[in-house]
């Protein structure tokens, strides 16, 4: 349980490093991706793709860990995804998520997040 607990920190601390080579290392090749139940990416490289452009759109990016835990396979995290747009919009996010942890990759992630209060101009 711990290492996968630790598989997780990890991989925020690589995001919030800007480091998408790390974050998507340990990604298995099949990795699954499900937004509020739906499935939006199905691999690795579809993953990082769709993520650049999170990155391009808020280039300040962060998460900031609210909880984590974890038993067995799977982790448990709440956390804020935070940043600036153009504009100087603050971009604001509240996600709750759960991850499956497999062979000491991530197999998958269900995401659950209401966008409609991400964006609000300073």
């Not at 984590?68 to 396979?73: A, E, R, S, Y």
């Not at 971009?91 to 997040?113: K, M, P, Q, S, T």
Request: proline fraction near 2%; glycine fraction near 6%; charge should be negative.
């Amino acid at each position: 349980m711990t290492e996968c607990v630790g598989i997780i920190r990890e991989m925020f601390a690589n995001w919030n490093a800007h480091d998408l080579g790390r974050v998507y290392a340990r990604l298995a090749d099949d990795y699954h991706e499900y937004l509020n139940g739906a499935l939006a990416k199905s691999s690795r490289e579809e993953a990082r793709a769709a993520d650049q452009a999170l990155y391009e759109m808020l280039p300040d990016y962060r998460r900031t860990v609210e909880e984590l835990w974890g038993q067995n396979d799977r982790v448990v995290s709440r956390f804020t995804i935070s940043g600036t747009m153009t504009g100087a919009k603050q971009f604001e996010l509240a996600v709750a998520a759960i991850f499956g942890i497999r062979d000491g990759e991530i197999a998958e992630a269900h995401l659950y997040f209401d966008p409609s209060t991400a964006v609000r101009a300073t």
